[in-house]
């Protein structure tokens, strides 16, 4: 299964591919980072606090999800097959 973002002008890119549990995770990740953006001042302080989050949930695909989420602010997700 692949994650895609939709982009300004119709464009889409990958930012995750896996199986469909590591999607599950992917997406929980890219969700649940999005207070810690919306307060962080900067993005290297959002970098530092995920950081802390990471390294209790243990999860590769979430904090790969998180990673996604501080790069792409903007966006529409949509997960094919």
Do not use: C, H
Request: charged share 25%.
């Amino acid at each position: 299964m692949k994650v895609l973002l939709g982009i300004e002008g119709g464009f889409t890119k990958t930012i995750f591919e896996g199986e469909k549990e590591q999607v599950k995770v992917f997406l929980q990740g890219f969700k649940e980072v999005m207070p810690l953006v919306n307060t962080a001042s900067t993005k290297e302080e959002a970098v530092k606090s995920l950081l802390g989050v990471v390294v209790m949930a243990g999860d590769v695909a979430w904090m790969l999800g998180a990673m996604a989420r501080l790069d792409n602010s903007k966006g529409k997700l949509e997960v094919v097959e």
